[in-house]
Nanobody, 122 residues
Framework: QVQLVESGGGLVEPGGALRLSCEGT??????VGWFRQTPGTEREFVAG????????KYADSVKGRFTISTDGAKHAVDLQMRNLKPEDTAIYYC?????????????????WGRGTQVTVSS
């Protein structure tokens, strides 16, 4: 019953900032996250958040630059991205799972949005 819809993608210059948002409907999420994917590659884990403990996990490539957060209703999750780099260019997907643990494997997540394009270029 969970549905996820991403927004906030677009074109940004290197070093700039962008905020992605994922709005959800259905039952509250226990764990939320963001992945990204470029053509011909596997979907890559970016960030995840355990809602009960407020514990966040980030890929090494985005640590210190990206911040994941969610609202009290647990039906929205944001990804604040700063100091963006060209290699951050990808389609970004929000995800959710029922288990209260952040995992990096795509196959372990139950619910997915359709993605939003982020392009970092001069």
């Amino acid at each position: 019953q969970v549905q996820l819809v991403e927004s906030g993608g677009g074109l940004v210059e290197p070093g700039g900032a962008l905020r992605l948002s994922c709005e959800g409907t259905g039952d509250p999420w226990r764990t939320v996250g963001w992945f990204r994917q470029t053509p011909g590659t596997e979907r890559e884990f970016v960030a995840g958040l355990e809602i009960l403990s407020s514990t966040a996990k980030y890929a090494d490539s985005v640590k210190g630059r990206f911040t994941i957060s969610t609202d009290g209703a647990k039906h929205a999750v944001d990804l604040q991205m700063r100091n963006l780099k060209p290699e951050d260019t990808a389609i970004y997907y929000c995800a959710a799972r029922n288990q209260m643990t952040v995992v990096t494997s795509e196959s372990r997540w139950s619910y997915w949005g359709r993605g939003t394009q982020v392009t970092v270029s001069s």
